[in-house]
């Protein structure tokens, strides 16, 4: 978890990402941006290595990036993220 401390530049490369519904998949696998708990976020997958990445960005203000390796799929990486508390976590001042 990552604190941008209300630095929206660190955020404008991935909002603009975000914004424009970003999706791509290959034979490899696939990049794609989401919405998790009214978040938005992005997420990845190579079917070949069986890695994957998970990324939201909560209250304009916290990344949170899960990445695994070895998964048989990246809703593993989901599982984890759902006993995350968000609301919590964008409730901090």
């Not at 519904?21 to 941006?33: N, P, Q, V």
């Not at 990445?67 to 901090?92: M, S």
Request: proline share 2%; hydrophobic share 45%; net charge negative.
């Amino acid at each position: 978890i990552m604190d941008s401390g209300f630095n929206q530049v660190l955020f404008a490369p991935f909002a603009m990402m975000m914004a424009a519904g970003y999706e791509k998949e290959t034979a490899d696998g696939f990049e794609r941006s989401v919405m998790i708990s009214d978040n938005p976020g992005w997420e990845k997958w190579d079917k070949d290595t069986r890695n994957g990445e998970l990324s939201v960005v909560v209250a304009k203000r916290f990344l949170v990036q899960l990445e695994g390796r070895g998964l048989d799929d990246v809703k593993a990486l989901r599982t984890v993220l759902d006993q995350t508390d968000l609301k919590k976590l964008a409730g901090l001042k």
